[in-house]
Structures are given as structure tokens and as C-alpha cells.
């Protein structure tokens, strides 16, 4: 009796998803990120709940295990150093970013960690076809 491919299938679909997911988180990342600046610089409103440090620990501890999952599971597959180094040079920027006073330098910071933590997931996509 042969095995079913859909096991695999299954966990192929779970990888790409988690990858799809941390490209969501980062994106969220970047919005929260430019919205905190021109809500709380403009308008002055929201700084207690948008600058908030739990926001920024909760979103890097999301970020870090969606990225050691999806990327690792698909380094496990596909061999290729490229995302693995990229998104977790994205992540070094995040944690950066918690160790800087808020303000334009942990913005930097973490809007460059969240471009490069997604293009590790999108080649970590293109890697494991």
C-alpha cells in the first residue's frame, strides 16, 4: 500500500502559508510603524496605546517565530543560505530598533528589518518551488 502525498502536500501548504503570514506581519509592522509617526506627531493622539512597548516586544516575538519556522522548515528543503541570512539580518534590525528611544532612528530601524524579514520570505517562497 502506498503512502498518500497529501501529508506532504499538507506541509508544504503550511510552510507557504507561515511564510505568507510573516509578509502580513511585517507589512502590519511597517503601517503601524508610519501610522504611530503621523497620528502621534500630527495629531498628538494615541501615544499611550501606539508607542506603547508591548506593541513593539509582541510584534518582534511574532515576527521571530514566524520567521524561525518558515524560514528554517524551508532552508530544511531548499539548502539556500540567501533567505535565511536576509530575514534574519531583518530580525537584528527589529531587535535594534527595541534597544533605540523611539523616535525616527527606531522607525528606520524597524521599517528596513521588515523589508528585508519579507524579501527573506519571498525568497524563502521562490526557493522552495
Known amino acids: ?14 510552510r507557504r502559508r507561515l511564510d505568507h503570514v510573516g509578509i502580513a506581519l511585517a507589512g502590519l509592522c511597517a503601517v503601524h ?3 504611530t509617526l503621523l497620528i502621534v506627531s500630527a495629531l498628538g493622539l494615541g501615544s499611550h496605546f501606539l508607542l506603547a512597548e508591548s506593541i513593539h516586544r509582541t510584534g518582534l516575538m511574532l515576527a521571530v517565530m514566524v520567521a524561525a519556522l518558515a524560514i528554517g522548515w524551508g532552508f530544511m528543503r531548499h539548502r539556500r ?15 535594534a530598533a527595541l534597544l533605540v528611544e523611539h523616535g525616527v532612528g527606531e522607525l528606520w530601524l524597524t521599517l528596513a528589518g521588515v523589508a528585508l524579514v519579507s524579501a527573506g520570505h519571498v525568497l524563502n517562497l521562490r526557493a522552495a518551488r
Do not use: D
Open 81 to 95: 543560505v540567501a533567505p535565511l541570512a536576509i530575514a534574519g539580518s531583518g530580525i537584528a534590525l527589529m531587535a
Open 33 to 35: 510603524c508610519l501610522a
Open 1 to 14: 500500500m502506498a503512502s498518500s502525498p497529501a501529508p506532504y502536500a499538507n506541509r508544504i501548504s503550511l
